[in-house]
């Protein structure tokens, strides 16, 4: 990251580069549409799966719903935060700095209700996991994306490195 140009390999072959291009595009999506999604419910808040949270985050979730101040920065930053990381990743905008904000993201929501054995939640899952669900590996497919950057070939981080060493 920081501020120096990320080289563009030309070893990434078309299909490689199609494949890690569309996994940024789609993962954008899926961030972008999640976002989306709970600004336009007037009914949404994160305490529903703040109260559901298990394991070591409990008194940290259960202090951010008894607190309306910390709800409030909560529900926000995950709406704002799922819908600026998903335009982020589907333009190929600082996708870099976007999948590791993904990343934290995810494995937030990851640690607060972990798919563990003995873990009992409210909410139905959509399987049955131990260990490895659907977060965990978007986070591995976010730090993919953040390894091979994608947005400085097919993406506006392109025009952004290129002026950057044109100086």
């Not at 494995?107 to 607060?112: E, G, N, S, T």
Request: glycine share 8%.
């Amino acid at each position: 990251m920081g501020n120096k140009a990320v080289p563009v390999s030309p070893e990434y072959t078309n299909y490689q580069l199609i494949g890690l291009t569309t996994l940024r595009v789609f993962i954008g999506w899926h961030f972008l549409y999640e976002g989306i999604a709970k600004m336009l419910n007037p009914y949404w808040s994160s305490a529903a799966f703040l109260l559901d949270v298990k394991w070591i985050f409990v008194g940290l979730a259960e202090s951010i719903v008894s607190n309306p101040t910390a709800l409030g920065l909560a529900d926000n930053l995950n709406i704002w935060g799922l819908t600026l990381i998903g335009f982020a990743l589907m333009l190929g905008l600082f996708s870099r700095w976007a999948s590791v904000v993904g990343m934290v993201l995810i494995l937030i929501y990851y640690f607060f209700t972990p798919p563990l054995v003995g873990l009992e939640y409210l909410k139905p899952r959509e399987g049955s996991y131990i260990i490895v669900n659907k977060n965990l590996i978007e986070a591995c497919a976010l730090y993919v994306i953040y390894l091979f950057p994608t947005s400085n070939i097919i993406g506006l981080d392109r025009l952004i490195y290129r002026n950057q060493t044109a100086k």
